[in-house]
């Protein structure tokens, strides 16, 4: 019988412990030796805390397929730097000048702006040198593959070009399919690539990638719409990060336009589309479903 609840924590363990190894001198250093406190400044964003959702997501998939584990983690690895990396650079002071995050100091705060600045792009660069590892994956295609679905999940007609939408829309005029698209590039596209990743491990053919990627694209407008929900709802201490910020700086959501209650029966029709685009999907499929129930009950 399937648990959702130890897969998560396995996952974040997994996660955590292979951050941990991947970010020290020895592995950062290149034809010169990495700078100590850009090391420090990018164990800072990525470790301790953290849902690991997005590897989650990736494993999921490619246990679908029986890919090997170690295979599924290290791809989850380069999808959870990039994402470490966006929350550093989302939280500066030239985009949304967060304080907090992870219940921690952001690492500008914590450092410096150039140094936050840079201990992101180390990681984004890191994350493809990791899939380019034939620990990845031992076909090169595969690898390329990989590479190519990270790149446009989380380039200009992914996740930045969402960042760079959601900062145009800040001055107001959206439609709600302007915010709808927007949403679907900066929070989507990276959720949509790891689930996608996980397939392309596997080997999926072409049919089993387009139902996997109807999945994650219901998955990734349900993750969005919690996030909304619980801007609204939750408090600073149970995120782990500033709250009421869509509201303070007039951001259009869901919420705003549906009400919280409209925008949670919103999210359960989307738990729901999520649900059934797997259902030529046996039981190795209830990981993928877990975390898309778990996408409309989280509280942080
Ligand atoms: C700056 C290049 C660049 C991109 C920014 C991801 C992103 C794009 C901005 C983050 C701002 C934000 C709060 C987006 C809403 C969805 C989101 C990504 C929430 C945080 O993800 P979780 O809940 O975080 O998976 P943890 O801390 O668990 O990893």
Redesign the pocket.
């Known amino acids: 019988m399937y648990d959702f609840s130890a897969d998560m924590t396995d996952c974040a363990q997994a996660v955590e412990l292979a951050l941990a190894e991947r970010l020290s001198i020895a592995t950062l250093s290149g034809p010169g030796p990495v700078a100590e406190r850009l090391v420090a400044a990018m164990r800072h964003g990525s470790l301790e805390?953290?849902?690991?959702?997005?590897p989650l997501l990736l494993r999921q998939a490619a246990a679908i397929f029986n890919v090997p584990m170690q295979q599924a983690l290290t791809a989850g690895l380069a999808v959870?730097m990039v994402?470490?990396?966006?929350?550093?650079?989302?939280d500066?002071p030239a985009?949304?000048d967060d304080d907090l995050?992870?219940g921690r100091p952001t690492v500008h705060k914590q450092y410096d702006e150039a140094t936050a600045i840079l201990a992101?792009d180390a990681l984004l660069t890191e994350a493809f040198a990791l899939l380019a590892d034939p620990q990845c994956h031992p076909d090169p295609a595969v690898r390329i593959a990989l590479v190519t679905e990270l790149a446009r999940g989380?380039g200009g007609g992914g996740?930045?070009g969402?960042?760079m939408r959601?900062i145009e829309g800040e001055a107001g005029g959206f439609s709600g399919h302007d915010i709808a698209t927007m949403q679907a590039m900066?929070?989507g596209a990276?959720i949509r690539a790891s689930v996608r990743m996980g397939a392309i491990l596997g080997g999926a053919d072409a049919r089993a990638l387009a139902v996997l990627t109807a999945y994650a694209e219901a998955a990734g407008r349900a993750?969005?719409l919690a996030?909304d929900i619980l801007?609204v709802t939750a408090s600073a201490a149970t995120m782990?990060?500033a709250t009421g910020?869509d509201a303070a700086l007039g951001k259009q959501t869901l919420v705003t336009t549906l009400g919280v209650d409209g925008a949670r029966g919103h999210l359960n029709d989307t738990v729901a589309t999520a649900l059934s685009a797997l259902r030529t999907f046996g039981p190795k499929a209830d990981g993928l479903r877990a975390t898309a129930r778990y996408f409309a009950s989280?509280e942080?």
């Open positions: 805390g953290g849902k690991r959702l997005r959870e994402h470490c990396y966006s929350l550093i650079h989302d500066l985009m949304d995050r992870r992101g989380s996740m930045v969402g960042q959601d900066k929070t990276l993750f969005q996030d801007d782990g990060k910020k989280r942080n």
